[in-house]
T-cell receptor, first 114, second 111 residues
Framework: EPEVTQTPSHQVTQMGQEVILRCVPI?????FYWYRQILGQKVEFLVS????????KSEIFDDQFSVERPDGSNFTLKIRSTKLEDSAMYFC????????????FGQGTRLTVV | DQQVKQNSPSLSVQEGRISILNCDYT??????FLWYKKYPAEGPTFLIS?????DKNEDGRFTVFLNKSAKHLSLHIVPSQPGDSAVYFC??????????FGTGTRLTIIP
């Protein structure tokens, strides 16, 4: 069964450092998303990406965040200068087409900022 | 901004009995509702969905009920099995776009 793959599974970084979280969406999917879940809280939408551009972003997704699809397979989330409150589980998700409602999620990257 | 709420953080049910997980929403613009299941150290896995034009959708042991006037939906699992122990997230979507999640309910099935 096709799946969304995320690397690394766990990333520890010092406050102020840049991190890049990587995702390989399912190959024929066209819509890509990043979500995050702070420990004990709900899963929150960060950004959606379609046709090589951001289609929607939440208020969490400020200038410190960026996304990129550098080639035909990878989808990355960059946090330029990490803060302690960026510590969370980050989930990548992808969806095949407009009419499909549900998204497939990766297993997540646990980001710990120290 | 709690547009989707799951008021029960946890629920324990005996194996073989019915599990009922509840979810309330406030945004009447939502047109699709979904349930995701999440095991520890894994991403959410899609379980079942329902369009706002329906009031029930069934898939095997899982049934989702939607009461639009009450802005309430529920997931019924019957019979409950030990493998159903997980965190269940209710989510809602408008216009096939981003998902807005609830806070989750941890379901424990007691053998």
């Amino acid at each position: 069964e096709p799946e969304v793959t995320q690397t690394p599974s766990h990333q520890v970084t010092q406050m102020g450092q840049e991190v890049i979280l990587r995702c390989v969406p399912i190959s024929n999917h066209l819509y890509f998303y990043w979500y995050r879940q702070i420990l004990g809280q709900k899963v929150e939408f960060l950004v959606s990406f379609y046709n090589n551009e951001i289609s929607e972003k939440s208020e969490i997704f400020d200038d410190q965040f960026s996304v990129e699809r550098p080639d035909g397979s990878n989808f990355t989330l960059k946090i330029r200068s990490t803060k302690l409150e960026d510590s969370a589980m980050y989930f990548c998700a992808s969806r095949e087409r407009q009419g499909e409602i549900w998204a497939f999620f990766g297993q997540g990257t646990r980001l710990t900022v120290v | 901004d709690q547009q989707v709420k799951q008021n029960s953080p946890s629920l324990s049910v005996q194996e073989g009995r019915i599990s009922i997980l509840n979810c309330d929403y406030t945004n009447s613009m939502f047109d699709y509702f979904l349930w995701y299941k999440k095991y520890p150290a894994e991403g959410p896995t899609f379980l079942i969905s329902i369009s706002s034009i329906k009031d029930k959708n069934e898939d095997g042991r899982f049934t989702v009920f939607l009461n639009k006037s009450a802005k309430h939906l529920s997931l019924h699992i019957v019979p409950s099995q030990p493998g159903d122990s997980a965190v269940y997230f209710c989510a809602a979507s408008f216009g096939n776009e981003k998902l807005t999640f609830g806070t989750g309910t941890r379901l424990t099935i007691i053998p």
